[in-house]
């Protein structure tokens, strides 16, 4: 069997409502869950292979998307949260107890500061963006996937309509290099 790159995406993918206002998003706790609540719909939604973002059980990839920070809010539970890395760019509160990540903030100077990471598979709503791309692709190798089956993780992104990508999609990447010139300048 194939294995499974995430649930959302191995049987094709569902696309988002454009007029989806938001929900809420649960960590897996039978009980007592850690509840955040989202004002908004998520942007640059993506699968992403990297190391560090949550996957769900038995999945190769993330899937995670970005909110304004402002639109973000613990409404319960919050003191079941605890900062995963300290010193990630991107600082991962996940659960203490069940070890889902509920949101990932970024605190130092970066081109997204003011955006949370986020995994709206964690809501029971529908209509939150589809993924828009694969990230990261080769990073799972890193984790253990055998190099010689990667050609088929591209395929099967590109059978459901997502561009595979070893870093973030172009325009992403435009976005972080344009902040490091504008940083460069600054500094002559
Ligand atoms: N190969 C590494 C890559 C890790 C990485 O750079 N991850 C990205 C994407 S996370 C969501 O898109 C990143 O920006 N990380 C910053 C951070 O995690 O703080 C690996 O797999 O670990
Ligand atoms: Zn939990
Ligand atoms: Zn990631």
Redesign the pocket.
């Known amino acids: 069997m194939a294995p499974s790159l995430h649930p959302s995406i191995d049987n094709g993918i569902k696309k988002g409502d454009a007029n989806f206002a938001g929900g809420k998003l649960y960590c897996h706790c039978p009980s007592n869950k850690v509840e955040v609540t989202l004002g908004s719909n998520v942007l640059h939604n993506?699968a992403?292979?990297?190391?560090?973002?949550w996957k769900p059980k038995s999945a190769l990839f993330?899937v995670?998307g970005v909110i304004p920070t402002d639109k973000l809010s613990v409404t319960a539970n919050e003191q079941k949260l605890h900062i995963i890395?300290e010193s990630?760019?991107?600082?991962?509160n996940a659960c203490r107890e069940c070890g889902v990540h509920l949101f990932?903030r970024?605190v130092v100077d970066h081109p997204?500061k003011g955006l949370d990471?986020v995994h709206t598979e964690l809501s029971d709503k529908s209509g939150w963006q589809e993924p828009q791309f694969a990230?990261?692709v080769?990073?799972?190798i890193?984790?253990g996937f055998p190099p010689d089956q990667i050609d088929g993780v591209r395929s099967k992104f590109k059978s459901v309509g997502l561009e595979s990508y070893d870093?973030?999609s172009p325009p992403l990447m435009d976005a972080i290099a344009t902040h490091t010139a504008q940083k460069n300048k600054a500094k002559l």
């Not at 992403?48 to 973002?53: A, D, E």
């Open positions: 993506h992403c292979g990297c190391s560090k973002c993330s995670v890395d990630a760019a991107i600082q991962r990932g970024i997204f990471f990230a990261f080769s990073s799972i890193e984790q870093v973030l």
